[in-house]
């Protein structure tokens, strides 16, 4: 790879990246090693907030994803600055590819669930959806599901009470949180993250590693987030590798899927 070429308006925190880009390279991949740290550098100087971070916590965040397996600055992580701490987000997007790059998933996906969908829940999951046409009512809650390599079909089901307690939560003492901004995302995020978490879908342990620190992020800072979150989430999705969003799910019927193999 060639070097960073550095200009005179770049920030400690891109310095401080240039400096190290060895050690980065070391842990990717043959192939994606220019574009990775291609797009932190332009994800540090386009988000010029993250100038008044601690260089040593955005570089730290950068090595997070890498293990991870993820892409700074392309919609699947980003990197967000709580006072002077730089943190590492990952979106329900890049949540998705994790699943999908540990092998264990073969696809993975949240929904939002309302008064008139058919849905049967069970426990903290379910076993039937089907979404109404038009007039779905009321709110209820949001779901996640994975289908599994093995055939089986993971989900979980986080009610509307538990879901806007998380919301508060993280937006406790904040002016702004990518929960004003894109709420259904965030729902979805975090029903899937509640899946993996849960040990419904495993990771690779620097995958499981970098989630659990998000999640800890999230739980222990009192700072507010700044607008270092707005560019990423806004991000378009590669169009080999949709978002899957609320309306695009198919029937999901697990009962049905168990009878059909039993016959």
């Given amino acids: 790879m060639s070097e960073i070429q550095l200009r005179a308006s770049d920030s400690d925190a891109v310095k401080y990246i240039a400096a190290r880009a060895s050690d980065l390279l070391a842990l990717l991949p043959a192939g994606k090693s220019?574009?990775?740290?291609?797009?932190?550098?332009?994800?540090?100087?386009?988000?010029?907030?993250?100038?008044?971070?601690?260089?040593?916590?955005?570089?730290?965040?950068?090595?997070?994803?890498?293990?991870?397996?993820?892409?700074?600055?392309?919609?699947?992580?980003?990197?967000?600055?709580?006072?002077?701490?730089?943190?590492l987000q990952i979106s329900f997007k890049g949540l998705q590819r994790l699943a999908h790059l540990s092998g264990h998933a073969v696809d993975i996906g949240a929904f939002d669930v309302h008064e008139n969908d058919e849905f049967e829940p069970h426990l903290d999951g379910f076993s039937h959806f089907k979404r109404a046409l038009k007039?779905?009512?009321e709110y209820l809650g949001t779901a996640a599901y994975a289908k599994l390599r093995n055939g089986e079909m993971a989900t979980i089901f986080l009610d509307a009470e538990a879901m806007n307690k998380r919301q508060q939560f993280a937006s406790k003492g904040k002016r702004s949180t990518p929960w004003n901004e894109w709420t259904v995302?965030?729902?979805?995020?975090?029903?899937?993250r509640y899946l993996i978490q849960r040990g419904k879908v495993l990771l690779d342990p620097d995958a499981s590693e970098a989630v659990t620190m998000q999640e800890a992020q999230w739980t222990v800072q009192e700072a507010r987030p700044q607008r270092s979150y707005r560019a990423q989430?806004?991000?378009?999705?590669?169009?080999?590798?949709?978002?899957?969003?609320?309306?695009?799910?198919?029937?999901?019927?697990?009962?049905?899927?168990?009878?059909?193999?039993?016959?």
Wanted: charge should be negative; hydrophobic fraction near 40%; glycine fraction near 6%.
């Fill in 34 to 87: 220019e574009r990775f740290v291609d797009t932190l550098v332009n994800h540090c100087r386009t988000n010029t907030d993250l100038a008044q971070a601690d260089p040593k916590t955005v570089l730290q965040a950068a090595y997070a994803a890498a293990r991870a397996g993820l892409i700074v600055g392309t919609g699947d992580a980003y990197i967000v600055r709580y006072g002077a701490q730089a943190q």
């Fill in 135 to 137: 007039n779905r009512g």
């Fill in 185 to 192: 995302e965030m729902r979805y995020k975090t029903a899937v």
């Fill in 233 to 263: 989430l806004t991000t378009t999705p590669a169009p080999d590798e949709p978002l899957m969003l609320d309306g695009e799910i198919p029937v999901i019927d697990l009962d049905a899927d168990t009878t059909e193999e039993a016959e």
